[in-house]
């Protein structure tokens, strides 16, 4: 029986697992590395040891300082979440080898399917339909899908057009496999664009009964890694889903597996069906199949691990749940990653975090972040999952959407309003979903003009007023002729001036918004009243980033200097660090003729790579960075002086 487990992983999955530990009586351990010394996960184990470093690559890839760290807190069992090492077979062994419980499938099952390619060739054998990979394409086999052969989660992946592509994308590909995963092995298969991406969540015990608890929809993708998933998925026809369950409990028995696990299959526009991969371990999307089950996954896991035998069969789903993945990144700036301190993570409604509450309804957040947390480069740059359930999909998308959208998110940018779309698309809302939805749909998803409304910045610039009020009434003037005047610029560029005069009554008198009533004012709350509507503002202000929330959305503005600096001239070959990275590589060196969008560095940000470009034809005159330099956002990068111009 296991008394004490320590969770080889970070963030949410750590929690998710202590959460269910706390349920079954059974002890915790945390690992952490230093980024991480104050972490929510790192605060509620029992007991936590420190993994020295920042990096993964020398702390929570480090199986051997985590089979030590074990043993020294006095572990017996080892959880490994999800990413990370939790398909790595020689962990595994490690871990048994130590004499610890292995909370997860025999190491020969996860060898058999840690290979993209082997496990390809063993589905094959066992009659289940895969995708063949191209081993030397011609153009007529364009698109092409290159992938990472020892991992997924999107890092590794990149769609090749067409031949010209193919040897850029392979290196691009290699290495950034090689740092997520050890391996820079890929390969290539044929590219479905609108294909649809549906797992079914396998469980099995060592009894000899294999679950399939049920079929999860995760199409909506972007740089292939998921965004929103649900379940069931939608549209799914009675005899594809006996097929889809058949072929992946078939794959499950092929190689000997116990615990949880997915089998995921492209699901083609002509309803065929390919087995893509097999993930040996937890899914970040398992929440949704809880909700629509009341199945604890882990304390299943748990269980098998300790020997127990599965009932024959599973529960029946009932309803719908969706989950939408909280990025810390700009969907409008290619998404790139965002770094900082988060300084609220509230959602309305929240019933449950990481577990099921009663009911046929309801909402849960499962979150490794918390009010305070650092965002940093070194990990996946994910926030919270957000699941909904309801009995119908239609439900569980307006519950989801409304929660999502009346969130408090403070101190970055995150894609909660490309979220917020997608859940009210009338495709999405239809089930018409594939893995190109995103780019599909890309018009009708940019962010709403919320910014262009100037109510919010005249509520932020009452609260500002509001919290400098001293022994003078606020807006008080010796010329009464004199309005205040804010100004604050919206995300997206929008300026707005406020000019407003408060009467000795409190009565407001806003230039641009005839006939707004202002019923309260206090720092953080404001009440105004438009045309016979009453509309509330929450405000909180971090230095000079205010954010302004209401029930139906959220206005995130700078507050702008009413005397601003004369602005700075810069180089326009200067290339910027986008976001804080690492340097993975350099493609040019000083001297080099460059072309406009040739890559010339690439930077590694939470487990991703960006690419730099060339912004002009020119000549690349300074490189201040090499591979392994760690830079800041806006550190200057390299400079490219462009072509002289023709003669006219």
């Known amino acids: 029986m296991i008394t004490s487990l320590l969770v080889a992983n970070r963030g949410e999955i750590a929690r998710r697992v202590f959460r269910t530990c706390r349920d079954l009586g059974i002890t915790t351990v945390a690992v952490y590395s230093d980024p991480d010394a104050d972490a929510p996960h790192?605060?509620?184990?029992?007991?936590?040891?420190?993994?020295?470093?920042?990096?993964?690559?020398d702390t929570y890839l480090r199986g051997d300082l985590i089979v030590r760290a074990a043993l020294d807190a006095g572990a017996d069992a080892v959880h490994p979440g999800y990413g990370f090492l939790s398909e790595n077979a020689?962990?595994?062994?490690?871990?048994?080898?130590?004499?610890?419980?292995?909370?997860?499938?025999?190491?020969?099952?996860?060898?058999?399917?840690?290979?993209?390619?082997?496990?390809?060739?063993?589905?094959?054998?066992?009659?289940?339909?895969?995708?063949?990979?191209?081993?030397?394409?011609?153009?007529?086999?364009?698109?092409?899908?290159?992938k990472a052969a020892a991992g997924g989660g999107g890092r590794g992946m990149r769609v090749v057009r067409s031949s010209d592509e193919l040897a850029g994308q392979l290196a691009a590909a290699r290495a950034e496999a090689a740092k997520a995963f050890g391996s820079a092995e890929v390969f290539c298969e044929p590219y479905l664009p609108t294909g649809r991406h549906i797992e079914v969540q396998l469980m099995a015990d060592t009894h000899g009964t294999v679950w399939a608890v049920g079929e999860r929809d995760c199409s909506i993708q972007r740089r292939h890694q998921k965004?929103?998933?649900?379940?069931?998925?939608?549209?799914?026809?009675?005899?594809?889903?006996?097929?889809?369950?058949?072929?992946a409990t078939a794959a499950a028995r092929a190689i000997g597996y116990t615990g949880a696990g997915t089998a995921e299959f492209l699901l083609g526009p002509d309803g065929r069906f390919w087995f893509l991969e097999m993930n040996t371990r937890l899914q970040v999307e398992h929440p949704v199949t809880e909700c629509v089950t009341g199945l604890d996954l882990v304390a299943l896991q748990l269980r098998v691990a300790e020997g127990e035998a599965l009932p024959a069969r599973p529960p029946a789903t009932r309803g719908h749940a969706?989950?939408?993945?909280?990025?810390?990144?700009?969907?409008?700036?290619?998404?790139?990653?965002?770094?900082?301190?988060?300084?609220?993570?509230?959602?309305?409604?929240?019933?449950?975090?990481?577990?099921?509450?009663?009911?046929?309804?309801?909402?849960?957040?499962?979150?490794?972040?918390?009010?305070?947390?650092?965002?940093?480069?070194?990990?996946?740059?994910?926030?919270?999952?957000?699941?909904?359930?309801?009995?119908?999909?239609?439900?569980?998308?307006?519950?989801?959407?409304?929660?999502?959208?009346?969130?408090?998110?403070?101190?970055?940018?995150?894609?909660?309003?490309?979220?917020?779309?997608?859940?009210?698309?009338?495709?999405f809302l239809d089930g018409s979903v594939h893995t190109a939805f995103l780019t599909e749909h890309a018009a009708?998803?940019?962010?709403?003009?919320?910014?262009?409304?100037?109510?919010?910045?005249?509520?932020?610039?009452?609260?500002?007023?509001?919290?400098?009020?001293?022994?003078?009434?606020?807006?008080?003037?010796?010329?009464?002729?004199?309005?205040?005047v804010k100004r604050f610029r919206g995300q997206q560029g929008t300026e707005h001036e406020v000019r407003y005069r408060l009467g000795r009554n409190g009565e407001l008198d806003a230039?641009?918004?005839?006939?707004?009533?202002?019923?309260?004012?206090?720092a953080e709350q404001v009440v105004l009243v438009v045309a016979g509507r009453r509309r509330g503002f929450a405000i909180a202000r971090y230095g000079s980033l205010v954010h302004v929330d209401e029930p139906t959305g959220s206005t995130v503005l700078t507050a702008l200097d009413r005397f601003p600096p004369p602005a700075v001239q810069s180089d326009p070959g200067a290339l910027l660090a986008p976001m804080?990275?690492?340097?993975?590589?350099?493609?040019?060196?000083?001297?080099?003729?460059?072309?406009?969008?040739?890559?010339?560095?690439?930077l590694e940000a939470m487990k991703m790579e960006h690419r730099v470009t060339a912004p002009a034809d020119g000549t690349l005159t300074e490189l201040h960075v090499a591979p392994g330099h760690q830079v800041e956002l806006g550190a200057l990068l390299a400079v490219v002086k462009p072509s002289a111009e023709p003669a006219g």
Not at 234 to 244: F, H, I, K, V, Y
Not at 417 to 422: A, H, Y
């Open 90 to 146: 020689e962990f595994a062994r490690a871990v048994l080898d130590a004499g610890l419980t292995w909370v997860g499938p025999p190491p020969a099952a996860i060898a058999a399917m840690g290979s993209k390619t082997e496990a390809k060739r063993l589905m094959a054998a066992a009659g289940v339909p895969v995708l063949t990979a191209v081993e030397d394409p011609s153009e007529a086999d364009y698109p092409l899908l290159v």
């Open 444 to 484: 009708d998803l940019r962010p709403a003009a919320a910014e262009a409304d100037p109510l919010p910045a005249l509520a932020a610039a009452l609260a500002d007023a509001a919290g400098r009020r001293g022994a003078l009434p606020s807006g008080w003037r010796n010329l009464p002729s004199q309005p205040q």
């Open 511 to 522: 230039e641009g918004h005839p006939g707004t009533e202002l019923l309260s004012a206090g």
């Open 227 to 247: 965004v929103v998933e649900e379940a069931p998925a939608p549209g799914l026809a009675d005899a594809d889903r006996a097929e889809l369950y058949a072929a």
């Open 322 to 427: 969706i989950e939408a993945r909280l990025y810390a990144e700009d969907p409008a700036a290619d998404w790139q990653p965002q770094t900082g301190t988060l300084h609220r993570l509230e959602l309305p409604s929240v019933q449950v975090a990481f577990g099921i509450a009663p009911g046929d309804t309801g909402l849960r957040l499962d979150s490794g972040a918390e009010a305070g947390s650092t965002v940093g480069i070194h990990y996946d740059p994910m926030l919270a999952k957000a699941i909904a359930w309801a009995p119908t999909r239609a439900a569980a998308a307006r519950r989801l959407a409304t929660a999502l959208a009346g969130a408090r998110i403070h101190g970055l940018t995150t894609n909660r309003e490309l979220l917020v779309s997608v859940l009210r698309h009338p495709a």
């Open 580 to 602: 804080p990275g690492i340097v993975a590589r350099t493609a040019a060196a000083v001297g080099d003729t460059v072309t406009a969008g040739q890559p010339l560095l690439w």
């Open 42 to 57: 790192t605060r509620e184990a029992d007991t936590a040891v420190r993994l020295p470093g920042a990096a993964a690559a």
